[in-house]
């Protein structure tokens, strides 16, 4: 009879400790962290997950408190979420980041015997890898946005400002049509002349700004006071007629591209020379900057002048494509220098600002990273 | 203003542009008056300066330096002694946003420059024998031709 009882019992004991290794195969096979708290926060159950994260053996980590297991998660989301659970909360899927930086989808379930709750499972997963694909996707996102507002803009401008010159080609070839006079005629032509060539530096400064975007330019060390000497040799004509003496101090070399950075220069120092009413005066100088929180190098180029300058409130305006501060009549310009200055400093991953004072002069200021 | 004196403004920083319009103007009546404003703000300190002697009818482009088209509207638009002055913005670009823009802000209507003289004197026709009469009407007219935009249509 006992013999009977004992046989049943045991059979009882195999099958639950076969059910018992069933479910702790499950545990231990997961992705996921599942433990379980008592309502003290201490530890009553763990799988193999959590063990290797904390590179324990379970037997020194059951029975140990919260703040010994995770001290740097005091009083983190972790443990807040799990304080609440522990006082009946049940919370699902709650995504927060570990001190390990790390993203966390987490769900705290409370555990009760008898309608009583005598514990909470949490059940965690990393989430990180697919947090961060998220979040690049929502940044590349938000570029490609700003890309179309930017080529929505650009198009409007350009139809507007592509449109004026070849309305008067029209405006002027019909008077010539019209009067049919030969001493008119010759100074329409000659207004048809000009208006074609405006035309012909609208496109071609156009072409310019659009290929800046293309990324497949070779990177290499410049140095800046041979571009300097370029951008000098490329102006000599306006420099002479206008006396304008250029001072610079040893300039640094740079990894950059080439033909923009000089591109760069020549625009700076062609408005300087442009927009100034006697002896330009231009001053290129540099130095660097120590970030020390980013502990990265940057170099500042500051472009100097005497020239008209401009009202400050237009500072961000200047950079704007086809944006003008001045009339044709006074300076010739198409109004796309400072855009394309700006678009090829921001391609070196590097800032432009302004400064001016009206009648004074103006100074611009580049910031490039310095890494090479 | 003596009666049945007619004065224009226009303001655009292009010079061909304002010589075009005042030799069409001029090739209507040589007796009308044309005021000229390089840009907004010239606008705005030129009718300053002619209170008692207010342009009817003011012309305005939208691209110009110092002060834009829309910049110089709006104010026009807030000061109780110009806001009656019909005005019509003039400009080489045919956008309908610049149009919708134009409306919202109060313009008359929006005019894209013709692209010939001849057409420059029909339009300044039509404004000009309108001028004391239902302008917004008597532009209508034209609308088809002119590529005008027009509040409520």
């Known amino acids: 009879m006992a013999t009977a009882l004992e046989k049943e019992l045991e059979a009882t004991n195999s099958k639950l400790k076969k059910q018992n290794e069933f479910t702790e195969k499950i545990l231990d096979s997961t992705v996921d962290h599942i433990n379980v708290f008592d309502l003290n926060l201490n530890l009553i159950s763990i799988n193999r997950k959590t063990q290797t994260f904390l590179g324990k053996a379970k037997s020194e980590l059951i029975g140990k408190h919260f703040d010994e297991l995770f001290p740097t998660a005091i009083n983190n989301e972790y443990h807040i979420h799990l304080k609440s659970a522990i006082k009946g909360k049940k919370l699902m899927n709650e995504i927060y980041q570990s001190p390990n930086k790390n993203y966390y989808e987490t769900s705290f379930i409370p555990l009760y015997e008898d309608e009583k709750q005598y514990a909470v499972l949490v059940i965690s997963r990393d989430v990180t890898e697919s947090i961060i694909k998220e979040k690049e996707l929502n940044e590349k996102n938000i570029k490609l946005q700003q890309a179309n507002d930017e080529l929505e803009q650009f198009a409007y401008l350009l139809s507007h400002d592509l449109q004026e010159p070849l309305r008067k080609i029209q405006t002027f070839s019909n008077l010539v049509i019209e009067k049919n006079e030969l001493a008119e005629s010759k100074t329409y032509l000659e207004k048809i002349d000009s208006s074609a060539k405006r035309m012909k530096k609208l496109i071609q400064d156009v072409l310019d700004y659009s290929k800046v975007n293309n990324k497949n330019e070779i990177y290499k060390i410049i140095d800046l006071n041979l571009v300097l000497e370029n951008v000098k040799a490329d102006l000599e004509l306006p420099i002479n007629k206008k006396c304008a003496v250029i001072i610079s101090a040893l300039l640094p070399k740079i990894n950059g591209i080439e033909y923009q950075i000089t591109q760069a220069f020549y625009n700076l120092i062609g408005n300087s020379i442009k927009y100034s009413t006697n002896e330009p005066r231009i001053e290129i100088s540099s130095r660097f900057i120590d970030d020390t929180v980013l502990t990265d190098k940057k170099i500042e180029i500051i472009f100097k002048d005497n020239g008209i300058g401009f009202d400050e409130k237009y500072k961000e305006d200047i950079f704007t494509p086809f944006k003008r501060l001045q009339s044709n009549k006074d300076y010739e310009g198409t109004g796309i220098g400072l855009a394309l200055v700006k678009k090829i400093v921001e391609g070196h991953r590097g800032t432009i600002t302004a400064e001016s004072k009206l009648g004074v002069g103006s100074a611009f200021k580049i910031t490039l990273p310095f890494n090479y | ?153």
């Not at chain 2, 019909?86 to 209507?109: F, Q």
């Not at chain 2, 005019?111 to 209508?140: D, R, Y």
Request: proline fraction near 3%; charge should be negative.
């Open chain 2, 1 to 153: 203003m003596s009666q049945g004196q007619k004065i224009f403004l226009l303001v655009d920083d292009d010079d061909e542009d304002r010589n075009l319009f005042y030799e069409a103007l001029q090739s209507i009546d040589s007796k009308f008056i044309c005021f000229m404003a390089e840009d907004g703000q010239q606008a705005l300190n030129l009718l300053a300066e002619k209170t008692h002697n207010l342009p009817n009818v003011i012309f305005l482009d939208i691209n110009m330096p110092v002060m834009s088209g829309w910049e110089c509207l709006k104010s026009l638009k807030t000061e109780p002694l110009y806001k009656n002055i019909p005005v019509i913005m003039y400009s080489t670009s045919s956008h309908k946003r610049d149009m919708e823009i134009a409306i919202e802000l109060g313009a008359l209507c929006f005019c894209v420059k013709p692209e010939n003289f001849k057409k420059i004197t029909q339009l300044l026709e039509v404004v000009s024998s309108h001028i004391s009469g239902n302008l917004h009407e008597g532009i209508k007219q034209f609308n088809k031709e002119y590529n005008c935009h027009f509040k409520g249509l």
